[in-house]
């Protein structure tokens, strides 16, 4: 697996920004350290002065007393004399306090040094993170280029379908006008209404033979050998009335295998024009 560049840009601002920090607070404190040596070279200085012209007071106050008190200014004169090899061996109090922010200072780089790690700790963690978005992101391209080749596909097979369907709709369009026309032939070629006429003119006259039938029932029922007479009626009735009903049954058989015929004959073309 390539290795991705890590951009340590924001490291090395990070480092050049504390180190400008670290260098002005050192340049302030090393000027500060340099007023404050300055200072006491004055006062040792001044001191040393007055030193220096205490003694050449004493030098002659020992002219002047030196046979009558010389134990004791010999004494005397040791003591400043130990106490100015304390002066000069001690060191400055400068020295101290800079030694003491130096040390402050070390303490604060330290913490500064241990920050810098974990943050370039973190930036590697992020770069990896960030190759393997990348990774992510140009296998979803390379699947997206497919997707977009697959609709295209699709986009064109839609069309060359949908060319044949307007073309077949046309043709199914066309027959169906055919069609339409056989059957305004054929209506016109199959005389229903006359078929029509004969089953209403067949209605009416079994509607007026039962209501002659009625009153002769009434007059049948009211006589004493009606019994006798309904058996002959019967007979009778059936003798004319089973013809008509075999003569209207065998019309309506026709009618209705000259409707299935007619059916058939529209499903055909409708049934070759689908396939």
């Given at each position: ?31 500060r ?11 040792q ?30 004494g ?30 070390r ?31 140009e ?28 073309e ?13 026309a056989?059957?305004g ?8 209404s ?39 009626v019967?007979?009778?009735a ?29 499903l055909?073309?409708?049934r070759?024009?689908?396939?």
């Open positions: 697996m390539k290795e991705l560049p890590v951009d340590h840009s924001s490291h090395t601002l990070l480092q050049a920004g504390s180190q400008t920090a670290i260098s002005d607070r050192m340049r302030e404190l090393l000027a350290a340099a007023q404050d040596h300055v200072y006491e070279q004055r006062t200085g001044a001191v040393l002065d007055e030193i220096q012209q205490r003694l050449e007071g004493m030098e002659w106050l020992l002219r002047e007393v030196r046979e009558r008190e010389l134990g004791g200014l010999s005397a004169v040791e003591t400043v004399v130990g106490r100015l090899d304390d002066l000069a061996s001690r060191p400055p109090a400068w020295a101290e306090d800079l030694a003491r922010h130096v040390e402050a200072l303490e604060r780089m330290d913490a500064a040094g241990s920050q810098t790690q974990d943050l370039t700790g973190q930036v590697t963690a992020l770069s990896q993170r960030v190759g393997q978005i990348h990774a992510g992101m296998a979803a391209a390379v699947r997206f280029t497919r997707l977009d080749k697959a609709l295209a596909e699709l986009a064109q097979r839609a069309e060359r379908m949908e060319g044949a369907v307007i077949r709709l046309g043709a199914v369009d066309e027959r169906v006008g055919c069609l339409d056989r059957v032939g054929l209506a016109a070629e199959l005389d229903t006359g078929l029509r006429a004969a089953v209403a003119e067949l209605g009416e006259d079994m509607t007026a033979a039962a209501s002659s039938i009625a009153p002769l029932l009434d007059a049948i029922r009211s006589r004493p050998d009606r019994d006798e007479l309904a058996d002959a019967s007979g009778a059936g003798q004319v009335v089973e013809p008509v009903h075999a003569d209207l049954a065998r019309r309506l058989a026709a009618l209705e295998e000259t409707m299935l015929a007619l059916a058939e004959a529209l055909r073309p409708a070759s024009a689908a396939d």
